[in-house]
């Protein structure tokens, strides 16, 4: 019964706590609070992460370019003097390791002369043609040049004073801004023989697959060479951070109001090429905003919607303009300005109702425990 009468206690005093919860909104919270309708939300184009606790890389940035690999490159040439009779390949063609790419007729005595075939030395593009149907060779002419680009070198060119902190084995992620698409880690093999006083760099090679044939020498690569890494860190996409040097902001979805985003200030720490540490400002699983963040730090009165209008739909009544709770005084000065001769209004008649509603509920319950309490007693007796 004990139970039963806390129950009913606390129903009767809910209404209360909730009015007081809502009174309590912080000041900061609707200060910082950026409200937007549907279509502000989609012309911003706005898209969100979860803030999250991760492995946090320390890089270097470098860049670079595609090489091919120097041992995979070979030529097509003839043992014997004559001329071209047939060409069978042509540049940009891919082919394998002892296919027929020419024939050449000999100079030597007969009707017709000999003629011998010429065949790719190794698989892979010919990339270079230096001969045409009927001319003449000699064994020392190049005829055709061959590049097995199954695997090519990315190369970066380090500064001298980040090299002590790469060695061989060392992770990079590479992005190639022509292909587009996630960076691709890689490892590195081994440092190039000289390094580039005029620019103070050293060259560090990374060899990648390259199945598909899109990676071709000259490509530009930027390289996050990875030095150290750190567990457990609060980071978000460096697209979240805006705002001045000396004053960095995250937006975050508010956990309640739809469409409603808080400007909430943070402390920095280190960041590389994709993520940003946060020391303090938010939380994790905060939804930050990334793509639309730029834009959010001008969107306010424009933005198609007031914070007041945000609460009033999510909370079911009205609210003052910076978001309070309104008064009594504020709510008696709204209903006599509405209706200054004292007529009903739609929205007494829906708080009569509930209040009406309520008090039954509250009597059946205080009905149903005093019958308890006489069973008991008649139990007892």
Known sequence: MKHFFFLTLALALLPAILLAQEAALDPERVANSIPLDETAVQ???????VA???EFETTVFSIGRIEEIPSKRSVLSSRIPGRIVSIEAFVGDQVKAGQVLARVESRQQGNPPPTIELTAPQAGLIISSHV???EPVEPANELLDISDRSTMWAVAKIPENN??????????RIKIPALGGDPILATMLRYGVNADRQSGTIEAIFELENANQLLQPGMRVEFSLITSTRSDVLAVPRTA????????????KDFELPNVFIRSPVVLGEENEEF???ISGIFPADEVVTRGSYSLGFAGSGSGMSLKEALDAAHGHEHAEDGSELTP?????????????????????????YLQIYAGLITLLFIGSAQ??????????
Do not use: M
């Not at 012309?43 to 992460?49: D, K």
């Open 132 to 134: 045409r149907l009927g």
């Open 52 to 54: 999250e606790e991760q």
């Open 241 to 252: 951070v805006q705002g001045r040097p000396t004053k960095r902001v995250v937006f975050v």
């Open 329 to 353: 005084e504020q709510i008696a000065e709204k209903e006599a300005a509405a209706d200054p001769h004292g007529h009903d209004h739609e929205g007494d008649s829906n708080l009569l109702l």
């Open 43 to 49: 012309n911003l184009r706005i898209e969100t992460v």
């Open 372 to 381: 308890l309490v006489r069973r008991s007693r008649k139990a007892t007796a």
């Open 276 to 278: 940003v540490e946060i």
């Open 163 to 172: 090299a002590s902190q790469i060695k061989p084995g060392s992770k990079a």
